[in-house]
């Protein structure tokens, strides 16, 4: 589909469905290096999304949708992850501003400016083993896809699949935020719970462009 509200709402959809069928997966990741709620608090975060979701008026711009996500999931997700995706999602919704339709290069603004917002709040690096892990490769793919002409959809199933990689390419670091900088060598070998559902939110980004 072309990258308007229907694909926010279509993507939306899909993050909920994503993250309830992984909650307990995301839970058991965060128990290896964290407090083992990090299921939780997405599934009830994007829960309150849909709910929010269902009265989103019909002339809304994808930058407002994208807006609404952020705000839900700043009230409503305890931990870390609640801010820092929130303020991912507020500063991707502006960086959309009130187009109405997203092109590759939007998507790239969109995806870059939802990066620099975690970084901006959390101030994490590549390598500190957060969701910047699956980010910031999700970043840099989507901008070689955008710079070779790829459609949007094409960029944004460039961006998940790098950020896949990045998920699976924490598990050898030792964290230096977060939680699970406390455990210092025992953080070795488990994956970055923030940077695998970073990775199932973008998978489900690029899914509700596909259809
Ligand atoms: P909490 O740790 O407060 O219980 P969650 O379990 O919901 O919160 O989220 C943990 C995830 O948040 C981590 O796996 C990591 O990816 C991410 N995270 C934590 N601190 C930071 C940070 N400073 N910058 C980026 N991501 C972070
Ligand atoms: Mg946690
Ligand atoms: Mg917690």
Redesign the pocket.
């Known amino acids: 589909m072309s990258l308007g509200i229907n694909w926010v709402t279509t993507w939306v959809a899909k993050t909920v469905d994503v993250v309830s069928t992984n909650r307990l997966r ?1 839970v058991d ?2 128990r290896e ?6 299921g ?3 599934d009830r975060g994007f829960t309150a999304v849909a709910t929010k979701f269902a009265s989103l008026p019909d002339d809304s711009t994808p930058g407002a949708a994208l807006k609404l996500v952020a705000t839900t999931l700043i009230s409503t ?6 801010p ?1 995706l929130g303020t991912a999602y507020l500063k991707g919704a502006q960086a959309v501003g009130d187009a109405t339709e997203l092109d590759s290069d939007a998507v790239v603004a969109f995806l870059t400016a939802a990066r620099d917002g ?2 901006l ?4 690096e590549v390598g ?7 980010w910031t490769p999700a970043v840099d793919a989507a901008t070689a896809a955008a710079a070779d002409g790829k459609s949007p959809v094409e960029v944004l199933r460039a961006a998940a699949d790098a950020a896949a990689q990045g998920a699976v390419a ?1 598990e050898p670091l030792v ?1 230096h ?5 406390y455990l210092g060598d025992r953080a070795i070998g488990h994956r ?7 990775s199932l939110i973008l998978a489900a980004a690029a899914d509700a462009a596909d259809e």
């Open positions: 995301l990741l965060d290096i964290g407090d083992g709620d990090h939780e608090n997405l997700v305890g931990g870390a992850s609640g820092l975690v970084v709040r959390g101030k994490a500190d083993k957060t969701m910047i892990d699956a924490t964290a935020k977060g939680r699970a900088s970055d719970p923030g940077a695998e559902s970073s």
